[in-house]
């Protein structure tokens, strides 16, 4: 399987990513959409809540993607999604300075931070 943090960090070749892109492509018109989407990154774990922030971001809102290029920042904010979520499960709630509501404050920032990392990813795309 693909390293997360080489997904993440741009490190799949495009080649890797078409080959994704068609497996994503449940239907083989061409075309991801939400419900191809969700089936395909379901064994990330994440709810999907996230997992459809994370596509229309990718998508620019149309709730479908036709490229390579737009899977891969799709691809990049589930990754980063996974990181973060496995980052913030790490920290126990005991640990120094971490309350619970420290910890939610933390996660909160973390989705915001996730948000624009996809947005601006998307932007670049």
């Known amino acids: ?8 960090s ?16 449940a239907d083989r018109d061409g075309v991801v959409g939400g419900a191809d989407a969700i089936l395909f990154f379901k064994p990330s774990g994440l709810p999907n809540a996230t997992l ?27 990754a980063v999604a996974v990181l973060e979520r496995t980052s913030v499960a790490d920290e126990s709630p ?12 933390r996660a909160k920032r973390q989705q915001r931070e996730l948000a624009a990392a996809v947005a601006s990813a998307a932007a670049a795309a």
């Open 1 to 8: 399987g693909d390293s997360l943090v080489a997904l993440a």
């Open 94 to 105: 005991g640990s120094a300075g971490g309350s619970s509501q420290a910890a939610r404050r």
């Open 52 to 78: 459809s922030k994370v596509w229309l971001e990718a998508s620019h809102r149309r709730g479908c993607i036709e490229d390579v290029e737009d899977f891969e920042v799709a691809c990049k904010g589930v």
């Open 10 to 25: 741009g490190g799949a070749s495009q080649e890797r990513l078409a080959e994704l892109f068609a497996a994503a492509d």
